[in-house]
């Protein structure tokens, strides 16, 4: 089965500490990105990847660290810096760029307390 | 003003009926458009991309284009109570870059 695969589900975290988001897919997709959703918001791209080794600011970056250094994985970290970390965090990959439709999988959701 | 508009409802359907939404966006460049279904903590599922003006059609559903007026949207036939979700404009603007709208809730009734 083609698909994306977000770990963990649920993520509880106390304030001060950094944590990481896995995001993996299997749809040999180019591009991956990261988005966040708030209640009652559309979704914030945090950050993007057109290619391995190579990633880029979405609207709300600060805070917030990636890398690509596989075509099939781009992990997110929540740092401390982030001043408001509790969210959805969604991963998403499409083919190409952003024109592309893009696939999203199941999410985590973050609570920092 | 906000570049991806959407009512956000709810939208309140009964069972059998049509369901309409809408989509408004503020940039004329924009090349492609995206309607995601989204259920109560899910994450959101592609149901239609257009790209084109007019009409396309998959199933149940039917995306409307409309450049010149810029607005794309969405019909639902025949509405079940398993379309109850939030539905998701998405629109990829003139820079490449894909903008949400904050979505409309749908509730279908019985």
């Known amino acids: 089965d083609g698909g994306i695969t977000q770990s963990p589900k649920y993520l509880f975290r106390k304030e001060g500490q950094n944590v990481t988001l896995s995001c993996e897919q299997n749809l040999n997709h180019d591009a991956m990105y990261w988005y966040r959703q708030d209640p009652g918001q559309g979704l914030r791209l945090i950050y993007y990847?057109?290619?391995?080794?190579?990633?880029q600011k979405g609207d709300i970056a600060e805070g917030y660290s990636v890398s690509r250094e596989k075509k099939e994985s781009f992990p997110l970290t929540v740092t401390s810096a982030q001043k408001n970390p509790t969210a959805f965090y969604l991963c998403?990959?499409?083919?190409?760029?952003?024109?592309?439709?893009?696939?999203f999988g199941p999410g985590t959701r973050l609570t920092v307390t | 003003q906000k570049e991806v508009e959407q009512n956000s409802g709810p939208l309140s359907v009964p069972e059998g009926a049509i369901a309409s939404l809408n989509c408004t966006y503020s940039?004329?460049?924009?090349?492609?458009f995206f309607w995601y279904r989204q259920y109560s903590g899910k994450s959101p599922e592609l149901i239609m991309f257009?790209?084109?003006?007019g009409d396309k059609e998959d199933g149940r559903f039917t995306a409307q284009l409309n450049k010149a007026s810029q607005y794309v949207s969405l019909l639902i036939r025949d509405s079940q109570p398993s379309d109850s979700a939030t539905y998701l404009c998405?629109?990829?603007?003139?820079?490449?870059?894909?903008?949400f709208g904050a979505g409309t809730q749908v509730v279908v009734t019985p």
């Open positions: 940039d004329r460049g924009s090349q492609s």
């Open positions: 998403a990959s499409s083919i190409g760029g952003q024109g592309y439709e893009q696939y």
């Open positions: 998405a629109v990829n603007n003139s820079w490449g870059k894909l903008q």
């Open positions: 990847s057109q290619i391995v080794n190579d990633f």
């Open positions: 257009i790209y084109s003006n």
